[in-house]
């Protein structure tokens, strides 16, 4: 049979052809809404304790919230990260892929508020924010100048201006977040 085709090579290429333009047309027509979820749902747990080294954070912080949220339904594991440069906790929990992500969200955010109370009220006045969030990135996008006529703070600022917004608003995009220059101050 492969003598067949190393003899008649077009004959192999007009298959390979057909091939692909039947695969093309028939993964238009797949359910994707039916295929299971792969990624495990995640929620990200934000709090900024100005001032605070990452022992403070982690102290004050992130094990109040975690004594609390431990233990919510179907929680598979959580994680923390303390960053000193913007004094900013994060604890992202992740939880089974059979779970529905905002039921997730509202029991995350039940025990987040009853670690409230034993936070730094530095922390509270500033805000604790509960989120639904993906480790891994959906969309990558890079700006730039091609004639080198605007730097990287330029950028950075009309990223935020006209394109954070806009992304945030479409249909299941839970963060969008510019990396690189911080904004302009005003």
């Known amino acids: 049979m492969s003598k067949f085709f190393i003899n008649r090579p077009i004959v192999a290429m007009v298959i390979s052809i057909v091939m692909m333009i039947v695969g093309a047309i028939s993964i238009l027509s797949l359910p994707i809404a039916q295929f299971p979820n792969i990624a495990p749902p995640e929620i990200q747990i934000s709090a900024t304790y100005v001032g605070a080294d990452a022992q403070t954070l982690e102290q004050a912080v992130a094990t109040p919230i975690e004594q609390q949220v431990s233990g919510v339904d179907n929680m598979n594991y959580m994680y ?95 963060n969008v977040q510019v990396f690189g220059a911080g904004q302009y101050a005003r």
């Open 80 to 174: 923390s990260l303390n960053a000193t440069g913007n004094s900013n906790t994060t604890v992202i929990v992740n939880f089974d892929v059979k779970t529905d992500p905002n039921t997730d969200l509202i029991l995350t955010q039940a025990r987040e508020t009853q670690a409230a109370s034993q936070l730094p009220a530095d922390v509270n006045n500033f805000g604790v924010t509960v989120r639904k969030s993906v480790s891994a990135p959906l969309m990558l996008l890079s700006l730039y100048s091609p004639h080198g006529t605007y730097d990287a703070k330029f950028l950075a600022n009309y990223a935020y201006i006209n394109i954070t917004d806009p992304l945030t608003r479409a249909p299941g995009i839970g």
